[in-house]
């Protein structure tokens, strides 16, 4: 019996240095691997945005607004630091009081390597106020800033910029 209580205490053991090992070697979480690769972004290509039917217009605001930011789009993916896609939908209630609210919209987007890894994500939602005509330009506007405040956070942390 004590034998197997020693054997039992130094599996255990064992079994507890191995995951120790194990864990403390992994990566970073993602989040962190994102932001850390999104500094070395500077040429961006953008593709059509799905679910848009003015599509064209839609990136071409997109464009204007990254070179705004300090970017540089590209007309190859060849060419490109990362890949810019996008997708818009619409979130519909169907429950309630019958009384039938706006539909909710949103434009996600997200900015792949060249090789298929996420760098970076993020969630426009579009306020139910704007007009048709204003949309494109309010959400071309919100990515623009949200992906260089990203870009700039992760230049922030590799050293690149002080304040």
């Given at each position: 019996?004590?034998?197997?209580?020693?054997?039992?205490?130094?599996?255990?053991?064992?079994?507890?240095?191995?995951?120790?090992?194990?864990?403390?070697?992994?990566?970073?979480?993602?989040?962190?691997?994102?932001?850390?690769k999104l500094?070395?972004?500077?040429?961006?290509?953008?593709?059509?945005?799905?679910?848009?039917?003015?599509?064209?217009?839609?990136?071409?605001?997109?464009?204007?607004?990254?070179?705004?930011?300090?970017?540089?789009?590209?007309?190859?993916?060849?060419?490109?630091?990362?890949?810019?896609?996008?997708?818009?939908?619409?979130?519909?209630?169907?429950?309630?009081?019958?009384?039938?609210?706006?539909?909710?919209?949103?434009?996600?987007?997200?900015?792949?390597?060249?090789?298929?890894?996420?760098?970076?994500?993020?969630?426009?939602?579009?306020?139910?106020?704007?007009?048709?005509?204003?949309?494109?330009?309010?959400?071309?506007?919100?990515?623009?800033?949200?992906?260089?405040?990203?870009?700039?956070?992760?230049a922030k942390?590799?050293?690149?910029?002080?304040?």
């Amino acid at each position: 019996m004590r034998k197997n209580k020693i054997y039992f205490a130094l599996t255990s053991c064992l079994l507890t240095s191995f995951c120790l090992a194990v864990f403390a070697r992994s990566p970073l979480p993602s989040s962190d691997r994102k932001s850390n690769k999104l500094h070395l972004v500077k040429k961006i290509y953008v593709e059509e945005i799905d679910g848009v039917a003015n599509k064209h217009s839609v990136n071409l605001y997109i464009k204007q607004q990254l070179r705004n930011a300090g970017f540089t789009t590209t007309d190859k993916q060849v060419d490109a630091d990362a890949i810019l896609t996008g997708t818009f939908y619409d979130v519909i209630t169907l429950d309630g009081d019958g009384s039938e609210p706006p539909p909710r919209s949103y434009y996600e987007f997200q900015l792949t390597s060249p090789n298929k890894v996420v760098i970076w994500k993020s969630k426009i939602k579009v306020p139910a106020r704007l007009n048709d005509s204003r949309i494109e330009t309010y959400v071309a506007e919100k990515l623009a800033s949200k992906l260089f405040a990203a870009w700039r956070k992760s230049a922030k942390k590799a050293g690149l910029i002080s304040n």
